[in-house]
């Protein structure tokens, strides 16, 4: 069974740093990516990297979010960061075959 594990959330003030990384189980040359959920919000991109680097992100995150990939590991910096980006964070591994794998989710909080 393929898992993504992730790891790097936390609680940070306003203005604060936090970097998340997910490592999957398998290598794969599907897209990997980062979503959140916020309470009561549904679950949204925040910032998605394909196996040659390419990338894309939410307008929200521009200049301050950088996703970067090595192999099968995903990393998600982000800079700058507001109390709006309080949600929990999911890892994503994209799939040909069926439904998309996904992370267990880590919170990541931020402080006024």
Known sequence: ?????????????????????C????FSPNNMGW???APGKQRELVAVITSRGGTAYANSVKGRFTISRDNNTVYLQMNSLKP??????????GRNDGPDYWGQGTQ?????
Request: hydrophobic share 35%; glycine share 12%.
């Open 1 to 21: 069974q393929v898992q993504l594990v992730e790891s790097g959330g936390g609680l940070v003030q306003a203005g604060g740093s936090l970097r998340l990384s």
């Open 108 to 112: 990541v909080t931020v402080s006024s």
């Open 35 to 37: 979503y959140r959920q």
């Open 23 to 26: 490592t999957a189980s398998i």
């Open 84 to 93: 709006e980006d309080t949600a929990i964070y999911y890892c994503n591994l």
